[in-house]
T-cell receptor
Framework: NAGVTQTPKFRILKIGQSMTLQCAQD?????MYWYRQDPGMGLKLIYY???????DKGEVPNGYNVSRSTTEDFPLRLELAAPSQTSVYFC????????????FGQGTRLTVV | DAKTTQPTSMDCAEGRAANLPCNHS???????VYWYRQIHSQGPQYIIH???NNETNEMASLIITEDRKSSTLILPHATLRDTAVYYC????????????FGTGTRLTIIP
């Protein structure tokens, strides 16, 4: 199993551009999450999904959109990139929401200039 | 979900046991204690979790006090590869926006 795979690993965007951060897992997990981590800080939940077709907002959803058309994929969309979105983005998945282990991808480092 | 308090940083000699404390005095009866670590800005890595009883796996041991208001993660024989930021998280499920990772404890293993 590859686990949780994120692409790209690095990206530089100009203000106002858009992009999609890809996340795929091959563990047949229903639950998937997107976090962001600003320099020197902890992780904050952006969006999560409890299954295909179901998504919900986390702590910091503004400026992002997600979709979950399949169990395996959970892309994160930035429509109008802003410097405040410069961060490292982590995708994660888990079998259940509690009493379980969450598996994280290796992250996408995004810089908006 | 309950908040946690961890020391900002700690050092431990290589080969010794590393004991990382976490306070979670407002923990509720159905909230688990999770420990993750993050090495060099990689994705967080699960270590261990527990509800009431002490837990042990191949990586670490988790000691939870009887009143559940604090816990200690023990790395029995620390190696240089254990240098990382360690996060103590308390909550019911990862879909809860309040189940967030704080700033953790930066553990440095000294040769």
């Amino acid at each position: 199993n590859a686990g949780v795979t994120q692409t790209p690993k690095f990206r530089i965007l100009k203000i106002g551009q858009s992009m999609t951060l890809q996340c795929a897992q091959d563990m047949n997990h229903n639950y998937m999450y997107w976090y962001r981590q600003d320099p020197g800080m902890g992780l904050k939940l952006i969006y999560y999904s409890v299954g295909a077709g179901i998504t919900d907002k986390g702590e910091v959803p503004n400026g992002y959109n997600v979709s979950r058309s399949t169990t395996e994929d959970f892309p994160l969309r930035l429509e109008l990139a802003a410097p405040s979105q410069t961060s490292v983005y982590f995708c994660a998945s888990s079998l259940r929401t509690g009493n379980t282990e969450a598996f994280f991808g290796q992250g996408t480092r995004l810089t908006v200039v | 979900d309950a908040k946690t308090t961890q020391p900002t940083s700690m050092d431990c000699a290589e080969g010794r046991a590393a004991n990382l404390p976490c306070n979670h005095s407002t923990i509720s009866g159905n909230e688990y204690v999770y420990w993750y670590r993050q090495i060099h800005s990689q994705g967080p890595q699960y270590i261990i979790h527990g509800l009431k009883n002490n837990e042990t796996n191949e990586m670490a041991s988790l000691i939870i006090t009887e009143d559940r208001k604090s816990s200690t993660l023990i790395l029995p024989h620390a190696t240089l590869r254990d240098t990382a930021v360690y996060y103590c998280i308390v909550g019911t499920n990862f879909g809860n926006e309040k189940l967030t990772f704080g700033t953790g404890t930066r553990l440095t293993i000294i040769p």
